[in-house]
């Protein structure tokens, strides 16, 4: 199955509350927002495996995956660049695919946020269903929908569990943030919500026959 990435519009991500980036717990789902931070930096995923680093105050580019397509968004050296949201998902896993990688402050602490596309991964008659509404001919016992392909930035907490995959094996290997962005696995996340912030506590690649 084929997710088709977004495009989206990078920006820095930051938020100036003081305090300490909190473990899942349970929360309300409104985006918590604040300030850009000036020194922040965003790396973006291209097609073909680039990557692009921008620093505060120059030009930032996104390009979406498969697509091409890319949006700039410009900020002013000397100034706080344009207020950003972090956005929120519901308490427990999620299935995505990565879309991006971006540096960031929750609450004082230098975080890592992920730019992530949800998407449903379903199985058994639910994947049957779905797959006939989409007009899909399944060939696998699994169907992944993304009807949305709308990205999300959520933070990552600094101690959270990283898995990927090796040479097409079904057995998980540790791994990181900074590796399994740039991969195209589908990803099961798990994230709790503190003080409306959604964080993310856990990353696993998934494998699919």
Known sequence: MIATRTRSTVAVLAL?????????????????TGTTAPEATTTTAAAGGETTTTEAGAATTSTAGGGGETTTTLSSEGTDTETSELDTL???????????????????????????????????QKAID??????????????????DQTVKRI???PEA????L???????????????????YLFKINVGNVRDITTIS????????
């Open 16 to 32: 100036s509350t003081a305090g300490l980036l909190a473990a899942c717990g349970s929360s309300g789902g409104t985006d918590a």
């Open 130 to 147: 779905a797959a006939g509404e989409d007009g899909v001919t399944l060939d696998t016992d699994y169907y992944i929908r993304n009807s």
């Open 161 to 164: 569990s990283v898995t990927s």
């Open 90 to 124: 519901d308490d427990g896993d999620h299935y995505v695919y990565m879309a991006g990688l971006e540096t960031g402050k929750v609450e004082g602490q230098d975080v890592q946020v992920l730019i992530v596309d949800p998407v449903e991964m379903l199985t058994g």
């Open 202 to 209: 856990s990353i696993d690649a998934v494998y699919l026959p």
């Open 166 to 184: 090796s040479g097409g094996s079904p057995d998980p290997v540790p791994s990181s943030v900074d590796d399994v962005w740039q991969q195209e």
């Open 155 to 157: 933070a990552v907490v």
